[in-house]
């Protein structure tokens, strides 16, 4: 399966990423924000035996 994160600036699209698939906790993701995303990152997960890649793109 394929999933893009397409969305503005800052909208939360690398947070979601990082909450989902790789259990970051969500309220550190608030109070510790992530660089904005440059170009587009391609991950690979493993999720409810479902192999994703992940297409996280700059908004
Ligand atoms: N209040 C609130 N803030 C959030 C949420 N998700 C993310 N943020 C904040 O929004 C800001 C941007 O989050 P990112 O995940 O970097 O957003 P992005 O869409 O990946 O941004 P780009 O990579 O620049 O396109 C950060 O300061 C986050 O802490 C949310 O669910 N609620
Ligand atoms: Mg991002």
Redesign the pocket.
Same mark, same amino acid.
């Given at each position: 399966m394929k999933l893009v994160l397409v969305?503005k600036?800052?909208?939360?699209? &690398?947070?979601i990423k990082q909450a989902i698939f790789e259990m970051r906790n969500p309220d550190d993701?608030?109070i510790y924000?992530?660089d904005? &995303?440059r170009g587009i990152n391609t991950s690979n997960y493993s999720w409810m035996d479902v192999d994703i890649n992940v297409f996280d793109t700059?908004?």
């Open positions: 969305g600036a800052g909208a939360g699209k &690398t947070s993701l608030i924000p992530l904005p &995303t700059s908004g």
